[in-house]
């Protein structure tokens, strides 16, 4: 079996279509995705199981609502590393617990100097604060500058269209 | 929230099973029983303490674009512009920052190829430069909260 995104059919992305917004909360909800498609429980399943096998599904569960669960200080950190040290730094920041996202991304220059981004949680601002000087600390004289944006307003917010 | 629903957002973050009867297998870990289990994660999605439940999608494997956008934008044409940001269906996610790059928002297309077009309509319609900033490696996604 073919993993290459490729390799989806027009089932699979009925799945993802019928399941994005979440599963359904009923007793045997793989079935109900199977009778809204005209198809079996087993299936569905199956593709499902495939799908996260080959990581076009991260996972299947909770997502937890980090703001209402009291997780108020949310900190985009930006670093700028050098080059051929940002993979082992964005591997070293991504394992600490308290860090949901990081990654390596492209600099602007002069105007964006920054390569690694890592979103950073904490309860309030100064818990935030507290973990990204954890970061610095880590980093030492390879972290040249770093920032930390805050989201002040949630302009849109909708699911991922495919 | 008490401890079952602490239990639940907890345990339930990592897996959740693909079988005949998933939230009975689920909640017999949980020691409850699978009614009170779809009861309380019902209750948990209304009162936005779990923002979904199910498959969370990696959207470049399945065959579509993605990146974060950031733009510098002056304050007093902030609102006219994060409007017009909003207005294109691609803008999946949009922040307003405090920061000189005031408004971060991720695009997703159906094609890693219709980034680049999107990106040139959004700036001319606002005016002002998109800066792309696709990421180049991902090193760890998926928090997880104990709550």
Avoid at chain 2, 73 to 79: K, N
Wanted: glycine fraction near 6%; hydrophobic fraction near 40%; charged fraction near 25%.
């Amino acid at each position: 079996m073919c993993n290459s995104p490729g390799s989806l059919d027009q089932l699979d992305r009925r799945i993802v279509v019928a399941t994005q917004a979440g599963l359904p909360l009923v007793a045997e909800p793989y079935l109900q995705i199977a009778q809204q498609l005209g198809t079996s429980e087993a299936e569905v399943m199956e593709r499902m199981q495939r799908m996260l096998e080959s990581g076009i599904i991260r996972r299947i569960g909770a997502v937890p609502n980090h703001y209402t669960l009291g997780f108020r200080g949310n900190g985009m950190s930006v670093w700028d590393v050098p080059d051929e040290k940002a993979r082992l730094y964005g591997r070293r920041i991504g394992a600490l617990e308290f860090v949901s996202h990081a990654y390596l991304r492209p600099r602007h220059l002069p105007e964006w100097r920054y390569n690694l981004f890592a979103m950073v949680h904490g309860k309030d601002r100064s818990e935030v604060m507290e973990k990204i000087a954890r970061i610095a600390d880590m980093l030492g004289q390879d972290n040249q500058a770093h920032e930390i944006l805050f989201s002040t307003r949630i302009l849109k917010k909708t699911g991922l269209r495919i | 929230m008490d401890e079952t629903d602490r239990a639940i957002i907890n345990r339930l973050q990592e897996s959740f099973p693909i079988a005949h009867r998933p939230y009975r297998q689920a909640a017999q870990a949980l020691g409850i029983d699978e009614a009170e289990l779809i009861q309380r994660i019902e209750q948990m999605l209304e009162q936005r303490q779990l923002s979904r439940f199910g498959p969370l999608y990696h959207a470049e494997k399945l065959g579509g674009g993605l990146s974060l956008c950031a733009m510098n934008v002056p304050e007093d044409q902030f609102e006219r512009v994060a409007e017009q940001v909003n207005a294109f269906p691609e803008v999946a996610h949009n922040y307003a920052r405090d920061h000189r790059f005031n408004i971060w928002f991720v695009l997703a297309t159906e094609t890693p190829q219709r980034i680049d077009s999107v990106l040139k309509a959004i700036e001319q319609t606002t005016g002002y430069p998109v800066y792309n900033m696709p990421k180049e490696e991902e090193f760890f996604v998926g928090l997880r909260f104990h709550v």
